[in-house]
């Protein structure tokens, strides 16, 4: 914050003095202001005027510089002031002065400093130094001292028409009133202070009032609006070029309030190590410290969390800031008892801080009295923790929405010490619903994945309670409240904003170069790789903006209405984790039953290790750990499934799982391998999924992109196949006859046909560029260069398949009837429903029970490859099919899920892209490596391809959770999709084409390796 900058003095010499004007130029262009004052000193200034320029300096110094420097400049100017016997100059530098004494954490001086501004100032002068006093008191978390001083202040400037400072005392006084939790007094002071700066020259101060609204728009529970004022803000500082350390402590808050608390660590450690550099000032390194404790302790991190939040107790104290020292022994206790530590001392010193938060009136002290609540409850120590627990229940009615939240966790806390199970529902309920009013504000799909993490304790506490009193229904209905919530909503489609999209072509771009850098045996230039960084954080940004569009939670959770759509024959599986078991929570035949399993933690493990057995069969010659891996398949079930598994019937089997068992290929367990097996984030979505009709026409698009060792074999043939042409022999792209089968894991060499670059294809309503038109009437697209595709496909032993060459003809667009476009869809205009074109009467159908959707090659069929399979054409054609097949190499980012990848012609297509769908395709098979991947995030959420294409109106997914075998993946392909147009679901055509493959170890490893998500 700058509120605390100097500006002309009036009285102490002419009024167009331009010496004087050097002081509000600080702020409007510092640069510029430094310079001049640097060039004046030079010039044989007067003392007035030395001390003028000396101040300016100072000032610089002491908010964008070196501390040191800025004392020694301020002492001079001080000097300069008393010898040219100006009592008001003197005034205004000491109060300068003051500031900089306290940043630097010598806090006794600085007041010192202010009680001789004060007494030599008379009128307007004094009036700004009481402003500067003011926030001086607000540095050291003194706010009722604070209030008091800025009120004296506020009437004189503004009968001076000082709008400048006006302004800034206004703006202070907002901030004081934030700090308190008076959010209604600090939008008034805001809105006011912002109409002033409209009239003003002071860049700097108007990207302080952004970054103020920015402020208010956190403490309101507004986060979208929050990250976007402070970004704002953040550009308009770099245009200045000024240090950006108050913004970065503010950003931080507000990221840990979205459950970003690792992005927040990082950019406060970031910040520290920058203003250590430039030794900038001690307040701004200890409120950093603090803030990076917080986000430590909040990323499980709670070793740095007690080293962060120990130096800042430290600073803190020696800079006589008992309101900060206060918050940071919060952070400091909290971290203790994260490393598992729990005694009578931490409650009586969680206590204590508490009594001294309220004593401030910081909105922070429910969350000590429920800290020493919980500790004491730990102990035993009932009493002490049902007086802790009631005063922080006290805020669970009224305040910011995660205040709320700790309230209601107190009120569960003591019902559960109470020993009502009814009172512990009750307060999680009203706690998650406060966190789902709150998660439906953000707009972006992760932002709501991670803020769940707020509500684990209440859920955690929910089904413990449901456990033991409502048996195994109520544990279903409390398992779905929080499992998967991200899905239960359409995410809120990227606006349609310029710099978005243009973030997103230029990254592609740089991507693609990078990739083809990569596949020439290099590294991408360290420029290439910073300046695609940049673009991500760009891009993901813009993202977290946005705004959600759909009030409330929508539609709840009916344990009957589960069990009425499964019927008598299909069983669903949902795995619950109390305490570190699984229980087994069996529905089917109108009722549910539950079984408890292994432990979490050992499944994990030994999901790790089959994990690492399937990345081994991939490849040739490890058959001889085919029967480790199906051993470590039985090891895992009796750890997932338990007795359980003796209970499935011998119909369809639903898997729904916990995040952190995403990976686990369900196949493999001997009790679910020859069945018809699906696997969903949630009940819930399964539930939507099979409401979920496929669109009208029957759509077909097959997409083949470049880098696949294969080269998607299998793409040529599903052409000829749905489109009933067959292409000439030989022409195929496939393994050659005799070749070893290749892994997916690595991508081949040069496989891209065209040099990166987006174009927009033309509307199919004639030949475009590069186009010629099929007899049939169709607009076929040639390969690049006119060239044939690849060489003969044969199986795996190199015989051909079925006694005849398959491939693909030197034209690449095989569609045998024209494309319609989103202006040619028999009428229908405008945005396409997410949710899908209808709903069935029970929700069970299968695509050939639909009218316009029985075996797939009823529909249009298109294909894109080579140069045509670019990002936008793709998504155009994605946009609403019925049936999408994508071969293309994968990618998956843990650091960033959603810029996890399906690699096109031009680059990478993001899940970003995906979230552009009106409505994604009704089903979708990708039969590439990681696409079944995941990021487990939040409460029990997952971030990835599949689970941000569920919410979108796919229905149903086939994925792969590892590495595959590229050539053994062909004929899996083909069985599957035969399987589909005999209209079968998904997940009983994969079944099926799991028993026609070969039973060698290869082939073994790539059926199990793939899974079917959802109900279509």
């Given at each position: 914050m700058a509120w605390f900058r100097s500006?002309?003095?009036?009285?102490?010499?002419?009024?167009?003095?331009?010496?004087?004007?050097?002081?509000?130029?600080?702020?409007?262009?510092?640069?510029?202001?430094?310079?001049?004052?640097?060039?004046?000193?030079?010039?044989?200034?007067?003392?007035?005027?030395?001390?003028?320029?000396?101040?300016?300096?100072?000032?610089?110094?002491?908010?964008?510089?070196?501390?040191?420097?800025?004392?020694?400049?301020?002492?001079?100017?001080?000097?300069?002031?008393?010898?040219?016997?100006?009592?008001?100059?003197?005034?205004?530098?000491?109060?300068?002065?003051?500031?900089?004494?306290?940043?630097?954490?010598?806090?006794r001086a600085g007041l010192e400093a202010f009680e001789r501004g004060v007494a030599r100032g008379t009128g307007h002068t004094r009036a700004r130094v009481l402003y500067r006093r003011a926030y001086v008191w607000w540095v050291l978390g003194r706010h009722g001292e604070a209030l008091e001083d800025v009120r004296r202040a506020i009437p004189v400037l503004r009968q001076a028409e000082d709008v400048i400072w006006t302004a800034r005392a206004l703006t202070l006084?907002?901030?004081?009133?934030?700090?308190?939790?008076?959010?209604?007094?600090?939008?008034?002071?805001?809105?006011?202070?912002?109409?002033?700066?409209?009239?003003?020259?002071?860049?700097?101060?108007?990207?302080?009032?952004?970054?103020?609204?920015?402020?208010?728009?956190?403490?309101?529970?507004?986060?979208?609006?929050?990250?976007?004022?402070?970004?704002?803000?953040?550009?308009?500082?770099?245009?200045?070029?000024?240090?950006?350390?108050?913004?970065?402590?503010?950003?931080?808050?507000?990221?840990?309030?979205?459950?970003?608390?690792?992005?927040?660590?990082?950019?406060?450690?970031?910040?520290?190590?920058?203003?250590?550099?430039?030794?900038?000032?001690?307040?701004?390194?200890?409120?950093?410290?603090?803030?990076?404790?917080?986000?430590?302790?909040?990323?499980?991190?709670?070793?740095?969390?007690?080293?962060?939040?120990?130096?800042?107790?430290?600073?803190?104290?020696?800079?006589?800031?008992?309101?900060?020292?206060?918050?940071?022994r919060l952070v400091l206790i909290e971290a203790r008892v994260a490393t598992g530590r729990r005694s009578g001392r931490l409650v009586a010193d969680a206590a204590a801080v508490a009594e001294r938060l309220a004593a401030f009136g910081a909105p922070a002290a429910p969350e000590a009295s429920l800290l020493a609540g919980r500790i004491a409850l730990g102990l035993g120590w009932m009493a002490d923790a049902e007086r802790h627990l009631a005063v922080a229940a006290r805020s669970r009615h009224g305040g910011p929405p995660l205040a709320r939240m700790t309230g209601w966790a107190a009120q569960a806390l003591r019902a559960r010490a109470a020993g009502s199970a009814r009172g512990v529902l009750e307060a999680c309920r009203r706690g998650l619903d406060v966190l789902d009013d709150h998660r439906m504000t953000l707009g972006a799909s992760e932002l709501r994945a991670r803020a769940t993490a707020q509500g684990a304790e209440l859920a955690a506490l929910a089904q413990r309670a449901s456990l033991v009193s409502g048996g195994p229904r109520r544990l279903l209905g409390w398992s779905e409240r929080w499992r998967a919530t991200v899905l239960s909503a359409p995410p809120t489609r990227p606006p349609a904003d310029p710099v978005l999209l243009t973030a997103m072509t230029a990254f592609r771009e740089l991507a693609a170069r990078a990739e083809e850098a990569r596949t020439d045996g290099g590294r991408p230039a360290p420029a290439l790789e910073r300046e695609q960084r940049r673009l991500e954080r760009e891009i993901r940004s813009r993202t977290l903006h946005m705004r959600g569009e759909a009030p409330g939670d929508g539609d709840r959770f009916d344990v009957a209405r589960l069990l009425r759509r499964l019927g008598d024959e299909v069983r669903l599986v949902e795995l619950a984790v109390l305490d570190g078991r699984v229980h087994v929570l069996l529905?089917?035949?109108?009722?549910?039953?539950?079984?408890?399993?292994?432990?979490?933690?050992?499944?994990?493990?030994?999901?790790?290790?089959?994990?690492?057995?399937?990345?081994?069969?991939?490849?040739?010659?490890?058959?001889?750990?085919?029967?480790?891996?199906?051993?470590?398949?039985?090891?895992?079930?009796?750890?997932?499934?338990?007795?359980?598994?003796?209970?499935?019937?011998s119909g369809p089997v639903v898997v729904v799982p916990p995040g952190r068992l995403h990976r686990v290929p369900w196949a493999l367990l001997p009790a679910l391998r020859e069945r018809v097996l699906s696997v969903s984030p949630s009940a819930s979505s399964w539930l939507r999924a099979r409401d979920t009709a496929p669109p009208p026409g029957g759509r077909?698009?097959?997409?083949?992109?470049?880098?696949?060792?294969?080269?998607?074999?299998?793409?040529?043939?599903?052409?000829?196949?749905?489109?009933?042409?067959?292409?000439?022999?030989?022409?195929?792209?496939?393994?050659?006859?005799?070749?070893?089968?290749?892994?997916?894991?690595?991508?081949?060499?040069?496989?891209?046909?065209?040099?990166?670059?987006?174009?927009?294809?033309?509307?199919?309503?004639?030949?475009?560029?590069?186009?010629?038109?099929?007899?049939?009437?169709?607009?076929?697209?040639?390969?690049?260069?006119?060239?044939?595709?690849?060489?003969?496909?044969?199986?795996?032993?190199?015989?051909?398949?079925?006694?005849?060459?398959?491939?693909?003809?030197?034209?690449?667009?095989?569609?045998?009837?024209?494309?319609?476009?989103?202006?040619?869809?028999?009428?229908?205009?405008?945005?396409?429903?997410?949710?899908?074109?209808?709903?069935?009467?029970?929700?069970?159908?299968?695509?050939?029970?639909?009218?316009?959707?029985?075996?797939?090659?009823?529909?249009?069929?298109?294909?894109?490859?080579?140069?045509?399979?670019?990002?936008?054409?793709?998504?155009?054609?994605?946009?609403?099919?019925?049936?999408?097949?994508?071969?293309?190499?994968?990618?998956?980012?843990?650091?960033?899920?959603?810029?996890?990848?399906?690699?096109?012609?031009?680059?990478?297509?993001?899940?970003?892209?995906?979230?552009?769908?009106?409505?994604?395709p009704y089903r979708i098979i990708l039969p590439c490596c990681d696409t079944a991947r995941f990021a487990s995030v939040g409460a029990d959420e997952l971030l990835g391809l599949v689970t941000a294409l569920l919410p979108l109106g796919t229905a149903g997914v086939v994925a792969c959770t590892a590495p595959v075998n590229d050539a053994a993946v062909v004929p899996l392909m083909l069985a599957l999709h035969k399987g589909l147009e005999a209209g079968l679901s998904l997940a009983e055509a994969l079944r099926d084409a799991r028993a026609s493959l070969p039973g060698d170890a290869v082939h073994q490893a790539t059926g199990w390796a793939f899974s079917a998500f959802g109900a279509a």
């Open positions: 500006t002309t003095i009036r009285g102490v010499t002419a009024r167009n003095d331009p010496v004087l004007d050097l002081l509000p130029m600080v702020f409007a262009a510092p640069g510029e202001a430094l310079a001049r004052a640097e060039e004046l000193l030079g010039a044989d200034p007067s003392p007035l005027h030395a001390s003028v320029a000396h101040q300016v300096i100072g000032i610089w110094q002491r908010d964008f510089g070196d501390t040191r420097q800025a004392l020694a400049h301020l002492r001079r100017a001080r000097d300069l002031a008393a010898r040219a016997e100006s009592a008001e100059r003197e005034a205004d530098v000491l109060a300068t002065l003051g500031v900089a004494l306290v940043h630097a954490g010598r806090t006084r907002a901030t004081v009133h934030l700090a308190l939790g008076s959010v209604e007094r600090a939008d008034a002071d805001f809105t006011a202070a912002e109409a002033l700066w409209d009239t003003t020259g002071q860049e700097h101060d108007k990207a302080d009032a952004v970054e103020s609204r920015g402020l208010a728009a956190f403490r309101s529970g507004d986060v979208p609006a929050a990250l976007r004022l402070l970004d704002e803000a953040e550009e308009r500082y770099a245009k200045l070029g000024t240090p950006t350390f108050m913004l970065t402590i503010r950003r931080c808050e507000v990221l840990m309030a979205a459950g970003l608390a690792t992005e927040a660590l990082a950019e406060a450690d970031t910040a520290i190590a920058a203003l250590d550099g430039i030794g900038g000032q001690s307040t701004r390194k200890a409120e950093l410290l603090l803030v990076a404790a917080r986000a430590a302790r909040l990323a499980d991190e709670p070793q740095t969390a007690l080293a962060r939040a120990a130096v800042a107790v430290r600073l803190f104290a020696g800079q006589r800031r008992t309101w900060y020292e206060t918050h940071a529905c089917g035949q109108g009722r549910v039953r539950r079984f408890e399993a292994g432990l979490l933690a050992e499944a994990e493990v030994e999901a790790e290790h089959v994990q690492a057995g399937l990345r081994r069969l991939a490849h040739p010659g490890a058959e001889a750990r085919l029967p480790l891996v199906e051993a470590a398949g039985a090891r895992l079930q009796h750890l997932l499934l338990g007795p359980a598994a003796a209970h499935l019937g077909q698009v097959l997409v083949r992109g470049p880098g696949l060792a294969s080269g998607g074999a299998e793409v040529p043939e599903l052409s000829d196949r749905y489109t009933g042409r067959r292409t000439p022999a030989g022409t195929g792209t496939g393994t050659p006859p005799g070749a070893p089968p290749s892994t997916r894991e690595v991508p081949s060499q040069g496989g891209r046909d065209q040099p990166a670059r987006t174009r927009d294809v033309p509307p199919h309503d004639g030949p475009g560029r590069g186009e010629q038109e099929d007899p049939a009437g169709a607009w076929a697209v040639p390969a690049p260069g006119g060239r044939v595709h690849g060489e003969r496909t044969a199986t795996l032993d190199g015989a051909p398949r079925g006694g005849r060459e398959r491939g693909v003809s030197a034209v690449a667009g095989v569609a045998t009837t024209r494309v319609p476009r989103p202006d040619d869809d028999g009428g229908r205009s405008g945005r396409r429903e997410r949710d899908g074109a209808g709903r069935s009467g029970d929700g069970g159908h299968r695509i050939a029970d639909v009218p316009g959707g029985g075996a797939a090659a009823r529909g249009t069929t298109v294909v894109l490859e080579g140069d045509d399979a670019r990002v936008p054409r793709v998504l155009r054609e994605l946009d609403g099919a019925a049936l999408a097949h994508i071969a293309a190499h994968g990618t998956f980012r843990a650091d960033s899920p959603l810029f996890s990848s399906l690699r096109m012609a031009d680059g990478p297509l993001i899940v970003h892209d995906f979230e552009r769908l009106d409505r994604s």
